[in-house]
């Protein structure tokens, strides 16, 4: 997993218009989380918040993205808040490439990184990885897996061989993001 | 006093609820007595089968009101654009309810191939004249207990899907009154397929009904799986035009 810092400002006042002006949404990524999808092109036709704050960003920061990971497409991008009772499940190997979760708020949340190794093992091995409390406990190397606790402001990217597993605690704030690479 | 009765979630919906609020007030200056009408206010229903929180409540309207004067109902998920006392104030005439034709309803398998397969009085905004409409509904106390969605027992109680059956119960209301995400629905050109609906113009809708609820600006929690973009820019420009208001209301300390 490749970390990194990046520049907020553009992000935390996204972030702040998101809460302020939106209702939360919920997707299956993230159950019981507040959500909020502002770009996507995982469907047809691909999906674009139509709020006029997002309007208004969002080439500054697609431009920021894009100097963090060298992808020219963003593919998703969606604003995450966590409760006490919210969780995020494992994602990966359904990324059409790179993705990341650029931090705001980490509230000490945790991410633990496995190899996708392509069978369904691995998956169900990430989603054990929820029931965990006290990640750093854990020789995670013994079991061929990365622990990262997550750092406010921070972006934490991996490639689509690997599943990340955030465990948010309440109030742990983060873009998700996926690039694609065209 | 214009009573409004508004079919909503217990919490999903506060979004547009407040917006739909403020669009009510902005556009008269009547007295509004506008009462939510949610799951929570009605313990031991049977909401099973029903296709929102909200649906089978607003035919609980007649009853609570005792049976006098008139009513509005209207889903929450829309957002008013003219005084709403102009509905209210509609000559129902010898009629029971005024309500917009929705010319797109499909109205089953039973009716496929005939003339009758789309096309029926739409009950998402209606007037109702409280006292005439007993004769209609079942008491709440047997709507509640329904086994299966009320809806389909009421609505053939009204003549659907025969329209000429509904002459004299309901009154065909001018389509601006439930604009269906900015369209004209009152009637379904020849060769139908979505481009070819008509819309109105956004200054020419007086009530505007944000209908597929997977492109609803706001995507309510309730429905998760989808989340399309709204068809119409200039509506959803507007109805975020209408959020900032609202929170600059609410939460004035923040601008």
Same mark, same amino acid.
């Given at each position: 997993?490749?970390?990194?810092?990046?520049?907020?400002?553009?992000?935390?006042?996204?972030?702040?218009?998101?809460?302020?002006?939106?209702?939360?949404?919920?997707?299956?990524?993230?159950?019981?989380?507040?959500?909020?999808?502002?770009?996507?092109l995982?469907?047809?036709?691909?999906?674009?918040?139509?709020?006029?704050?997002?309007?208004?960003?969002?080439?500054?920061?697609f431009t920021?993205l894009r100097q963090v990971v060298n992808k020219p497409t963003i593919y998703?991008?969606?604003?995450?808040?966590?409760?006490?009772?919210?969780?995020?499940?494992?994602?990966?190997?359904?990324?059409p490439d790179m993705?990341?979760?650029?931090?705001?708020?980490?509230?000490?949340?945790?991410?633990?990184?496995?190899?996708?190794?392509?069978?369904?093992?691995?998956?169900?091995?990430?989603?054990?990885?929820?029931?965990?409390?006290?990640?750093?406990?854990?020789?995670?190397?013994?079991?061929?897996?990365?622990?990262?606790?997550?750092?406010?402001?921070?972006?934490?990217?991996?490639?689509?061989?690997?599943?990340?597993?955030?465990?948010?605690?309440?109030?742990?704030?983060?873009?998700?993001?996926e690039f694609r690479n065209d | 006093?214009?009573?409004?009765?508004?079919?909503?979630?217990?919490?999903?919906?506060?979004?547009?609820?407040?917006?739909?609020?403020?669009?009510?007030?902005?556009?008269?200056?009547?007295? !509004?007595?506008?009462?939510?009408?949610?799951?929570?206010?009605?313990?031991?229903?049977?909401?099973?089968?029903?296709?929102?929180?909200?649906?089978?409540?607003?035919?609980?309207?007649?009853?609570?009101?005792?049976?006098?004067?008139?009513?509005?109902?209207?889903?929450?998920?829309?957002?008013?654009?003219?005084?709403?006392?102009?509905?209210?104030?509609?000559?129902?005439?010898?009629?029971?309810?005024?309500?917009?034709?929705?010319?797109?309803?499909?109205?089953?398998?039973?009716?496929?191939?005939?003339?009758?397969?789309?096309?029926?009085?739409?009950?998402?905004?209606?007037?109702?004249?409280?006292?005439?409409?007993?004769?209609?509904?079942?008491?709440?106390?047997?709507?509640?207990?329904?086994?299966?969605?009320?809806?389909?027992?009421?609505?053939?109680?009204?003549?659907?899907?025969?329209?000429?059956?509904?002459?004299?119960?309901?009154?065909?209301?001018?389509?601006?009154?439930?604009?269906?995400?900015?369209?004209?629905?009152?009637?379904?050109?020849?060769?139908?397929?979505?481009? !070819?609906?008509?819309?109105?113009?956004?200054?020419?809708?007086?009530?505007?009904?944000?209908?597929?609820?997977?492109?609803?600006?706001?995507?309510?929690?309730?429905?998760?799986?989808?989340?399309?973009?709204?068809?119409?820019?200039?509506?959803?420009?507007?109805?975020?035009?209408?959020?900032?208001?609202?929170?600059?209301?609410?939460?004035?300390?923040?601008?």
């Amino acid at each position: 997993m490749i970390k990194g810092k990046y520049k907020n400002e553009a992000f935390n006042k996204l972030k702040s218009d998101c809460i302020k002006y939106m209702s939360p949404q919920r997707d299956w990524h993230y159950p019981k989380a507040d959500m909020y999808l502002l770009y996507s092109l995982k469907q047809a036709p691909p999906y674009s918040c139509s709020a006029p704050f997002w309007r208004e960003i969002r080439e500054e920061i697609f431009t920021e993205l894009r100097q963090v990971v060298n992808k020219p497409t963003i593919y998703y991008l969606a604003l995450v808040t966590h409760s006490e009772k919210s969780i995020a499940l494992p994602i990966g190997n359904e990324c059409p490439d790179m993705y990341g979760f650029f931090f705001l708020e980490s509230k000490e949340a945790d991410i633990i990184n496995s190899n996708v190794k392509q069978d369904m093992h691995a998956y169900i091995s990430a989603c054990k990885d929820l029931g965990i409390t006290h990640p750093h406990l854990i020789n995670w190397f013994e079991r061929d897996k990365r622990w990262h606790r997550a750092e406010d402001n921070t972006a934490y990217l991996a490639g689509n061989k690997f599943y990340s597993t955030v465990l948010p605690k309440n109030g742990t704030t983060y873009f998700h993001v996926e690039f694609r690479n065209d | 006093m214009i009573k409004i009765f508004v079919g909503t979630s217990d919490i999903e919906d506060n979004w547009i609820e407040k917006i739909l609020v403020y669009s009510l007030y902005k556009n008269t200056s009547e007295e !509004l007595d506008i009462t939510f009408l949610r799951p929570k206010k009605f313990p031991n229903w049977n909401l099973r089968g029903w296709g929102t929180p909200f649906t089978n409540f607003r035919y609980a309207i007649p009853e609570l009101c005792n049976f006098k004067g008139k009513a509005i109902y209207m889903d929450c998920d829309q957002l008013n654009l003219r005084d709403i006392a102009d509905l209210y104030n509609t000559d129902l005439e010898e009629n029971t309810y005024g309500m917009v034709w929705d010319a797109l309803t499909d109205n089953g398998d039973k009716m496929k191939g005939t003339k009758f397969e789309r096309g029926f009085y739409c009950d998402s905004v209606m007037l109702i004249d409280c006292e005439k409409a007993q004769k209609y509904t079942a008491p709440i106390s047997e709507i509640a207990k329904f086994e299966n969605n009320y809806k389909y027992t009421w609505f053939p109680g009204l003549g659907k899907p025969f329209k000429h059956r509904s002459d004299g119960i309901i009154k065909q209301l001018n389509p601006r009154w439930n604009c269906f995400d900015g369209r004209n629905t009152s009637f379904r050109p020849e060769e139908w397929n979505a481009e !070819l609906q008509p819309d109105f113009d956004l200054d020419d809708i007086w009530h505007l009904h944000f209908t597929a609820m997977s492109t609803q600006p706001w995507h309510p929690i309730y429905t998760p799986w989808a989340k399309g973009n709204y068809r119409r820019d200039d509506i959803a420009k507007l109805l975020w035009q209408y959020a900032k208001e609202c929170k600059m209301i609410s939460n004035p300390e923040e601008f």
